[in-house]
């Protein structure tokens, strides 16, 4: 009797031994996971995409892929994974394909169909769209857009800035590069009387030489710039206000109601006789 007591005992040991260490054996292990550095991003910041896999398979790459909140396509790469199981790559926020404000998702794959995860990111918008010359860029208060072309880098934002006559234009300069840019003279224009001035041009702060190509209606400026400029600052004799053209009509339009309006308030206290 006492045998088979301790026979229950032991085999009751046994069970609960084995419940105990079931989840450690049991534990699933995801294949592989993927990330970015931050959850939302501005137009010209860069998206650092990380992850790590369970194990590595030789000879294959990790597809990623990038979908706008559409469904559309924006971008697709392979990267190789790293002796650690890491991996990793980077994306730039906005550009032809990625203009559509909302949610990003990546999609990462590894080899076979059960070796796949997601992520997702928000992204503001683009202020650069397509024209039939090519890129068009706002001007940032106004209702201006520019063309332009860039080497050697991206074009981030145009602004002005009306105290010093100037347009300021932020620039992600990754090599030596050059930016081509069609400016309109209602826009910013360099005058001394009716002729013609230099416009001056800094990058990053400091004077450098361009080239230029003008009509009635507009100048083209080419200006080079290193690696690493940051900004370029075109500085003529007249720029837009920061509000607009439309919003300078409704101002002038304003003022012009209040004239009249407190005109006819001072006929209307005045005394008749």
Known sequence: MMNTHLSVFALFAIMIASIGMAPAFGQVVQPIVVTTDKTSYS?????????????????????????????????????????????STELSAGGALM??????TIQVLYGTENRQAETSFTFGGSSVVSGPGGPLVAVAGTDFMVG???????LVSVTPDVDANSLIIAIDATDDGQLTITLPREL????IGDEDDDFFVLVDGEEVDFDETTTSTDRTLVISFPAGAEEI??????VVPEFGAIAALILAVAIISIIVVSAKSRLSIMPRY
């Open 43 to 87: 137009e010209g910041e860069t998206i650092m995409v990380t992850g790590e896999v369970s194990e590595i398979l030789f000879g294959y790459a990790i597809s990623v892929m990038t979908l706008a909140p559409n469904g559309n396509i924006v971008s697709i790469d392979q990267v190789m994974v790293n002796q650690d199981k890491t991996f």
């Open 148 to 154: 332009y072309t860039i080497t050697g880098g991206k």
């Open 99 to 104: 203009k559509q404000s909302g949610e990003y």
């Open 188 to 191: 910013i224009d360099a005058k």
């Open 233 to 238: 600052e075109i500085i003529g004799t007249h």
